[in-house]
């Protein structure tokens, strides 16, 4: 096995930087930097860090023995100063010294390779390094520590059983003493397992929004005053909502957390002119938009009679009056579904953090999810249970049409290899790499 180098801090300027070797030479190659004849086990010393007679910084060095270490590996990592000049030259010197420099995700990797993390935690790590929120980083951790992973045990355990099951029947076939199965005992063993898998699958909304933040489109008529009011949610001024202007999309979108969830808000822009084909496309967005949101906020002009606007296709709309700082128009007093609506100034930002308060609130009960901390935060994960069910429908039909053990086998062994390439207990490699190199360097 290789030793490998990287620097696992942000290769930016900065107070400290951290360099970490990993592998079987990390310590001698950290004992030759710093002139020491061992490292005793997770214990800091100050050193000079030298290349031959040459100081290149000062800085602390810290040794795990192995397995005791994050990779299960024997690690070294040099706190310096945070200089690139100071990094790259320690990084050469232990490249030098017999080091190679790591790909992407690689100490990640090796820690998953030596069973200190399961696939799903490694990308539980990936998730809480990327966390931009709290709602990320309490979702992240949980997975970190296993949560889900647990509640796929609690279901390939008892897979596996009964796999176990209609293996020994079709092993000792000829065995007189052996029952028939009991088809109704394992149908409803099967039915069982499936509807807990679905209701993993049900999680996984919460898990994107916990994860990757909630969509929330501001949706109306033109003027209504979508801009004004996504600046004024935003809390953002006008330069950094242009800092994303009209590229290939109609629409401006920019991401807050406010209270500590993830919000993507997104400006339905280009409804300018009604009979403008362009603005027909644009508005077909909008509506796009609008049904894949989790929630939307359909902006009318209460100083203007009703728009006219259908419905937003979503889950999830909170109706919203603008421009309460002129009079409101009678034709508001006749639309009863109206009157429980938000009513704001955008332009004067009256009324505006209660609406994002009522926007937290709704996505929170979005990523409230139906089994506490447990969620799916990937479409891999998703599509892997899917798999897994449909496996197990196989496996349920085959038992109630009295199909051979054999077809029945082979299902339930298509379901627990689903499961088992999730947590990675059996994993291609080409779905490894494809875990792995979503990480950075240093990681
Ligand atoms: N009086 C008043 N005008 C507003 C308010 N919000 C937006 N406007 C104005 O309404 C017009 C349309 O606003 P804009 O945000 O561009 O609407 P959009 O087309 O829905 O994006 C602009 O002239 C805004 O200044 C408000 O709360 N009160
Ligand atoms: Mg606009």
Same mark, same amino acid.
């Given at each position: 096995?290789?030793? *490998?180098?990287?620097?696992?801090t942000?290769?930016?300027?900065?107070?400290?930087a951290?360099?970490?070797?990993?592998?079987?030479?990390?310590?001698?190659?950290?004992?030759t930097?710093?002139?020491?004849?061992?490292?005793?086990?997770?214990?800091?010393?100050l050193?000079?860090?030298?290349?031959g007679?040459?100081l290149?910084?000062?800085?602390y060095?810290v040794?795990?023995?192995?397995?005791?270490?994050?990779?299960?590996?024997?690690?070294?990592?040099?706190?310096?100063?945070?200089? =690139?000049?100071?990094?790259?030259?320690?990084?050469?010197?232990?490249?030098?010294? +017999?080091?190679?420099?790591?790909?992407?995700?690689e100490?990640?990797?090796?820690?998953?390779?030596?069973?200190k993390?399961?696939? =799903? !935690?490694?990308?539980?790590?990936?998730?809480?390094? +990327?966390?931009?929120?709290?709602?990320?980083? %309490?979702?992240?951790l949980?997975?970190?520590?296993?949560?889900?992973? %647990?509640?796929?045990?609690?279901?390939?355990?008892?897979?596996?059983?009964?796999?176990?099951?209609?293996?020994?029947?079709i092993?000792?076939?000829?065995?007189?003493?052996?029952?028939?199965?009991d088809?109704?005992?394992?149908?409803?063993?099967?039915?069982?397992?499936?509807? !807990?898998?679905?209701?993993?699958?049900?999680? &996984? &909304?919460?898990?994107?929004?916990?994860l990757?933040?909630?969509?929330?489109?501001?949706y109306?008529? $033109?003027?209504?005053?979508?801009?004004t009011?996504?600046?004024?949610?935003?809390?953002?001024?006008?330069?950094?909502?242009?800092?994303?202007?009209?590229?290939?999309?109609?629409?401006?979108?920019?991401?807050?957390?406010?209270? +500590?969830?993830?919000?993507?808000?997104?400006? &339905?822009a280009?409804?300018?002119?009604?009979?403008?084909?362009?603005?027909?496309?644009?508005?077909?967005?909008a509506?796009?938009?609008?049904?894949h949101?989790?929630?939307? =906020?359909?902006?009318?002009?209460?100083?203007?009679?009703?728009?006219?606007?259908?419905?937003?296709p979503?889950?999830?709309?909170l109706?919203?009056?603008?421009?309460?700082?002129?009079?409101?128009?009678?034709?508001?007093? !006749?639309?009863?579904?109206?009157?429980?609506?938000?009513?704001?100034?955008?332009?004067?930002?009256?009324?505006?953090?209660?609406?994002?308060?009522?926007?937290?609130?709704?996505?929170?009960?979005s990523?409230?999810?139906? =089994?506490g901390?447990?969620?799916l935060?990937?479409?891999?994960?998703?599509?892997?249970?899917?798999?897994?069910?449909a496996a197990?429908?196989?496996?349920?039909?085959?038992?109630?049409?009295?199909?051979p053990?054999?077809?029945?086998?082979?299902?339930?062994?298509?379901?627990?290899?689903?499961?088992?390439?999730? &947590?990675?207990?059996?994993? $291609?490699?080409?779905?490894?790499?494809?875990?792995?190199?979503?990480?950075? *360097?240093?990681?």
């Open positions: 096995m290789d030793t *490998i180098v990287a620097l696992a942000a290769p930016v300027p900065a107070g400290l951290v360099v970490r070797l990993s592998g079987p030479r990390a310590h001698a190659i950290a004992c930097l710093a002139g020491l004849p061992a490292l005793a086990h997770a214990r800091m010393r050193v000079a860090l030298r290349d007679a040459e290149i910084d000062r800085g060095v040794a795990f023995h192995a397995p005791r270490s994050f990779t299960g590996e024997d690690v070294a990592e040099l706190q310096v100063h945070g200089s =690139l000049a100071v990094t790259d030259r320690l990084i050469a010197v232990c490249v030098d010294l +017999g080091a190679r420099t790591a790909r992407p995700g100490f990640s990797q090796r820690a998953y390779e030596h069973g993390l399961d696939l =799903l !935690q490694a990308e539980a790590l990936a998730d809480l390094i +990327g966390a931009r929120a709290e709602s990320a980083r %309490q979702a992240a949980q997975a970190l520590d296993g949560v889900l992973s %647990q509640a796929l045990a609690a279901v390939r355990l008892p897979l596996l059983h009964a796999l176990a099951d209609i293996e020994a029947r092993d000792f076939a000829a065995e007189p003493h052996l029952a028939e199965v088809r109704p005992a394992l149908t409803q063993r099967l039915v069982a397992l499936a509807a !807990q898998l679905q209701l993993l699958l049900t999680t &996984t &909304t919460a898990g994107r929004i916990r990757h933040g909630a969509r929330v489109v501001l109306g008529a $033109p003027n209504a005053g979508k801009s009011l996504f600046n004024a949610l935003c809390g953002a001024d006008r330069a950094l909502v242009d800092a994303r202007p009209g590229t290939t999309r109609d629409t401006v979108e920019l991401q807050t957390a406010p209270d +500590g969830v993830l919000v993507t808000w997104i400006d &339905t280009g409804l300018r002119d009604a009979v403008d084909p362009v603005e027909q496309a644009g508005r077909a967005r509506e796009a938009e609008a049904q949101a989790d929630v939307v =906020l359909w902006l009318e002009d209460r100083a203007q009679p009703f728009s006219g606007l259908p419905p937003p979503a889950a999830t709309v109706r919203v009056l603008n421009k309460t700082d002129l009079p409101a128009h009678p034709d508001w007093q !006749q639309r009863p579904e109206w009157q429980a609506a938000l009513a704001l100034s955008a332009q004067h930002d009256q009324g505006v953090a209660a609406l994002r308060a009522a926007v937290v609130a709704a996505v929170r009960q990523a409230a999810g139906t =089994l901390h447990v969620v935060s990937r479409q891999r994960h998703a599509a892997a249970v899917q798999v897994a069910v197990l429908e196989r496996a349920n039909h085959a038992v109630q049409h009295g199909f053990l054999e077809l029945l086998a082979a299902d339930l062994r298509d379901a627990a290899l689903a499961l088992d390439e999730l &947590t990675g207990a059996i994993v $291609p490699d080409d779905v490894l790499d494809a875990v792995f190199s979503q990480f950075c *360097i240093g990681k």
